[in-house]
């Protein structure tokens, strides 16, 4: 093979196209148009049984995983995450509203969000959903007042920063101390936040929750957290009486987007997180609570691509090519946002290794409007399939209308077979709900 493809899903077939599990890309697109998400269900099953079995390795019936919704939320997924054996992390009226229509239930829900609405709060509680992850004092006045008017004792999480500076993305930093998210601990509004969480009758807290960041290809990272959370812990034991029974470590795993990612070994990374914290509970003196993950970009985002078809190249000379194609930001805005690099394939030359350095633009009336710059594809001409991989998360997600474009369909493959999950939008979608 002339490239690497780097997803063990992906193949080459003897006419040279590129073949997502069994299934050829070029006939996805003439059946169903581009742009086009498509989604190997097999390879998202794959990625929830390797977190299942690795939590269970290292915390045995103590490890628990939620999948994070906001990768990607849509109804088909949530009957598989649920079969998985997986919890859902939500953050909103819509994505709880969605699991629920895929029948997902509420009970395994956890709620996040950094300023949950009484609307949304009201709707959560009478969903029934699991636990709420509580991100500062005004929700959890909320939250308690809610809950005591429906006669609700509700399970609740404290969600505390740790003031950890993961090697990421500045916009998908989350464990900073000065973060939107959580209660600091360094600045003893946690302690502050639980203490006055303990002291509402309504609400049960079971834990605390931390979430570093996305996009995390180290351990250390992640290990620092186990030795901050561990050290907050034993502090609320002593200061508060107060010993949790759930530890949210939150996701933050990365996924290969380019040749040059490294392969994150996701079972070896639980291994010596597991390690790490059952040697510094037992330190501490402190008994296993249940330990929660919440995997959202490595359990769908290797398992998907996007098709698009070229409208134009542009060659200006002694600057660039630019590859134009019928997507862009508005089913993928990554690049727009913090200029994330992709891998991009020409579907129907596969085999072939890449041999032209272009940028590749979207249809949008707008500059910053790319899939990538400085890509190297081989030899593409106007009618070409370019395959966008590992877009499984953040992309249909984060779709807009801007210059109202529709948005794609979405097909999800299963045993050599597509069957569409989300349909192309339509004009009549784009104004119905003008007046």
Known sequence: ?????????LNISSENHLMMAGVDTLSLAKEY???????DEDKLRRNCREYIQAMKAAFGDKGAVAYAGKALSIKALYPIINEEGLYADVVSQGEIYTALAGGFPGEKMIFHGVNKTPDEIAFALDKGVGIFVVDNEEELCLLDSAAVAKGIQQKILVRITLGIDPHTFE???TGKIDSQFGAGVETGMAKE????ALEKQNLQVMGFHSHIGSQIAEVKPFLDQVDKIVSFVK?????????????????GFAIRYTEEDPAVDVEANIKALGERLLDQLSSQGIQL???ILEPGRSIVGDAGLTLYTVGRVKVIPGYRTHVIVDGGMTDNPRFALYGAKYTVVNAGKAAEAPDTVCTIPGRCCE?????GEDIKVFDPQVGDILAVLSTGAYNYSMASNYNRVPRPAMVMLKNGSPRLVV???TLDDLIANDL
């Open 171 to 173: 916009e998908v930093k």
């Open 193 to 196: 936040l639980v203490a006055k």
């Open 289 to 291: 609570p249940q330990v």
């Open 235 to 251: 502090y609320m034991k002593d200061e508060l009486g107060f010993t949790p029974e759930i530890l949210n470590l939150g996701g």
């Open 1 to 9: 093979m002339a490239r690497d493809l780097i997803h063990d899903n």
């Open 423 to 425: 349909k192309r939008e």
């Open 367 to 371: 500059s910053g409007d790319r899939i």
């Open 33 to 39: 148009g581009t742009p086009l998400y498509v989604l």
